[in-house]
T-cell receptor
């Protein structure tokens, strides 16, 4: 299985500011995913990040609010821009299993609280 | 739109009891995964099932994929406090995004 780390693990931010979350994988992967998990809820896919191309955003999520970078096959960042309290969530990155495309592995998550 | 439903939504049991969690859809999936998420952590993969009718066992956990590949169940025998967490099922078809269920929040009391 892939080992995934995220930074920061948690943060408290002020309304109107931006936060960039980093995701590092210990192996090269084609597809990386960013999810949001609001308190007590399941996972909602924000976007899929492929190396060398623009991220693909799901309905309800836009690049201006959640810009994503994918500079290489082991790293990605998600920025939460112009934050409001409604952005308070856990943000998770994940990758498809290197050996099995039908499996995902998740990072530990970034817990964001916006005041 | 493919949707997954899970039941029950919440479950609180005593240590040593058995339980079953269900994951249902009207859509067919080529594979289905079960994850457990503990407080403050990301989801951890428990199992992937890919064949209709498949049964997989992982110690005290038994997973079954329905014959029609639309539903799955997770049975835990002799639950322990360490089994406490959010159990998520996720369906997948090749070339498509994963679809996650709403989760079952399990609490096992000592």
């Amino acid at each position: 299985s892939a080992v995934i780390s995220q930074k920061p693990s948690r943060d408290i931010c002020q309304r109107g500011t931006s936060l960039t979350i980093q995701c590092q994988v210990d192996s090269q992967v084609t597809m990386m995913f960013w999810y949001r998990q609001q308190p007590g809820q399941s996972l909602t896919l924000i976007a899929t990040a492929n190396q060398g191309s623009e991220a693909t955003y799901e309905s309800g999520f836009v690049i201006d609010k959640f810009p994503i970078s994918r500079p290489n096959l082991t790293f990605s960042t998600l920025t939460v821009s112009n934050m409001s309290p409604e952005d308070s969530s856990i943000y998770l990155c994940s990758v498809e299993g290197p050996l099995r495309w039908e499996t995902q592995y998740f990072g530990p998550g970034t817990r964001l609280l916006v005041l | 739109t493919q949707l997954l439903e899970q039941s029950p939504q919440f479950l609180s049991i005593q240590e040593g009891e058995n339980l079953t969690v269900y994951c249902n859809s009207s859509s067919v999936f080529s594979s289905l995964q079960w994850y457990r998420q503990e407080p403050g952590e990301g989801p951890v993969l428990l199992v992937t099932v890919v064949t209709g009718g498949e049964v997989k066992k992982l110690k005290r956990l038994t997973f079954q994929f329905g014959d029609a590949r639309k539903d799955s169940s997770l049975h835990i025998t002799a639950a322990q406090p360490g089994d406490t967490g959010l159990y998520l099922c996720a369906g997948h078809n090749y070339g498509q995004n994963f679809v996650f269920g709403p989760g079952t929040r399990l609490s096992v009391l000592p």
